[in-house]
């Protein structure tokens, strides 16, 4: 029904960015939202950064001034841009979308994940 795939994820050193996508598809009538999350091993998945339909950001303390979240032109897509990257941001990257559906019903999807991992 609705997907969300997530790309861009890799293997890079601390100091290197990265740009995560993710591009929805399927029977949507708009977006409320849509955000990143991320789980590191052992630990529970956490907010990363999320932007509503009217452009309002928000970051974990941990991001803030090093990744840019964005909307795509067509928004159905959200872009994650890491500067700066540390070897705690290793972690697999959830792309998280709040929809309207055709029917009007509103749900949440999450796509598989994409992984990324900094070493030092």
């Known amino acids: 029904q609705v997907q969300l795939v997530e790309s861009g994820g890799g293997l890079v050193q601390a100091g290197e960015s990265l740009r995560l996508s993710c591009a929805a598809s399927?029977?949507?009538?708009?977006?409320?939202?849509m955000g990143w999350y991320r789980q590191a091993p052992g630990k529970q998945r956490e907010l990363v950064a999320t932007?509503?339909?009217?452009?309002?950001?928000n970051y974990a303390d941990s991001v803030k001034g090093r990744f840019t979240i964005s909307r795509g032109n067509a928004k159905n897509t959200v872009y994650l841009q890491m500067n700066s990257l540390k070897p705690e941001d290793t972690a697999v990257y959830y792309c998280?979308?709040?929809?309207?559906?055709?029917?009007?019903?509103?749900?949440?999807?999450w796509g598989q994940g994409t992984r990324v991992t900094v070493s030092s």
């Open positions: 399927g029977s949507i009538f708009s977006f409320n939202a």
């Open positions: 998280n979308a709040d929809v309207i559906l055709d029917n009007y019903a509103r749900y949440d999807y």
């Open positions: 932007i509503t339909s009217g452009g309002s950001t």
